[in-house]
């Protein structure tokens, strides 16, 4: 204790010296604290979005790139989904989907949103019902109905008041309103803001684009008791609907929830360890400047260290005095660096439309703040052993 409160009252005497020392720990430990709060803020609300789909949820997507002599430019349509919802009796409805982004006009109000083209059963199988109004039916569907369902923050921005029965300009055609879906707070499995979006009748979208476009296909279970076995049901309807002959690969790719899951949390851990491998070149530059004011430290009490030897202070208890001051040097750098990191990660949030709420792990804080101490004790080792190795009569007579 006697060590650490001398090894403060150096820090507090030069403070305004201790602080700009540590500056490169602090923003390094603020960057890793910052990206991870970012990050896990992303995977959290993702994560409660697809399990709030419920564990029987599956995509199709056309092409197969782990097999080489798939077939090309393969599509997925309306066909493919009734295929599916028609021959797997586990199968509780199947969907169309693509998305696209467009701009939407509103009595000169206009602003850029994510376009939603599917059929009657999307509310069932993305647990996204409607707040206010109407989803549209099967048979509006069928005939190609020029209706829509918005989002609650693309109703603020177009200026709407009660929205149902509005009209608004999408594809260069006139759509009418006649639902206002709930909030979600969140992203779909494709990463798009539920509350930004337009849904569409997936007929009429592709009669105002491209007739001949493909998509994906959005699938809901009714029986989750083997996720397993109704995927390879769905697998063999779809090749036989498709005619693939046996022995050719599969012209599709099938990512149930657990797998997009899974694949979503190894992308956030890469970006997450890929940003704390490249700041740590700052908390190298930190150590730096960390041993380089302990050196300058050394030398301006060499008179002081030569009267400890000199009253009986051993050489171990000089090199701890020094290697507790880096260490709380850097613990000062990742007290400071982990504030502003959560700081920082808050205020993007609040700052950037459509950011989640930041997420601070207890490990990455840990991890900062083990760093920055870890960092000024590594880097105080050599200054240590240089004033303990110092001549109690040399330093004595130093001036």
């Known amino acids: 204790m006697e060590t650490l409160r001398l090894a403060l009252s150096s820090i507090i ?3 305004l010296r201790a602080l700009l020392t540590t500056l490169g ?3 390094g430990v603020m960057a890793v604290i910052a990206v991870t709060a970012i990050v896990q803020g992303f995977f959290r609300l993702y994560s409660t979005q697809l399990e709030g789909l419920g564990a029987g949820f599956m995509m199709v997507f056309p092409g197969n790139a782990s097999a080489e002599m798939a077939r090309k430019n393969t599509k997925l349509d309306a066909d493919d989904a009734e295929a599916i919802e028609v021959g797997v009796a586990e199968v509780l409805a199947a969907t169309p989907y693509f998305f696209d982004r467009r701009p939407v ?3 000169g109000a206009t602003t850029d949103a994510v376009i939603m083209p599917t059929i009657e059963s999307y509310p069932l199988i993305q647990n996204h019902n409607v707040e206010t109004g109407r989803f549209f039916t099967g048979r509006e569907v069928r005939e190609r109905a020029r209706v829509v369902c918005i989002g609650p923050d693309l109703k603020e921005k177009l200026g709407l008041g009660r929205a149902i029965g509005e009209e ?7 759509f009418t309103i006649i639902g206002v879906m709930e909030n979600k707070d969140g992203m779909n499995p494709l990463g798009q803001n539920f509350d930004d979006a337009v849904i569409v009748p997936h007929t009429t979208a592709l009669s105002l684009t491209n007739p001949n476009r493909g998509g994906i296909l959005l699938v809901k279970l009714a029986e989750i ?3 397993d076995l109704v995927t390879e ?3 063999r309807t779809l090749r036989r609907h498709r005619r693939l002959k046996s022995g050719e690969p599969d012209d599709f790719t099938i990512t149930t929830q657990a797998e997009i899951l899974k694949s979503f949390q190894e992308v956030s851990g890469v970006a997450t360890w890929v940003v704390v491998c490249i700041v740590g070149v700052s908390l ?5 400047g960390i041993m380089n004011i302990m050196l300058v430290s050394v030398t301006e009490r060499t008179r002081e260290i030569g009267v400890r030897l000199a009253m009986g202070a051993r050489k171990s208890d000089i090199q701890r ?3 507790m001051e880096a260490g709380a040097l850097g613990g000062l750098g990742g007290v400071i660096g982990v504030a502003l990191g959560v700081g920082v990660a808050y205020a993007v949030s609040a700052l950037v439309p459509g950011f989640p709420d930041p997420y601070v792990p207890p490990w990455s804080v840990a991890l900062g703040f083990g760093f920055s101490v870890a960092v000024g004790v590594i880097f105080g080792l050599y200054p240590a052993a240089r004033a303990a190795r110092l001549d109690p009569i040399e330093a004595l007579r130093y001036e």
Do not use: C, N, P, W
Request: glycine residues 10%.
């Open 13 to 15: 005497e030069h403070r």
């Open 25 to 27: 720990v602090v923003f």
């Open 105 to 107: 006009s509103q009595r």
């Open 168 to 174: 608004v300009r999408l594809y260069g055609a006139t």
């Open 225 to 227: 008791d083997d996720v």
């Open 233 to 235: 049901q769905v697998k």
């Open 284 to 288: 190298l530059v930190g150590g730096i």
């Open 321 to 323: 005095q020094f290697l």
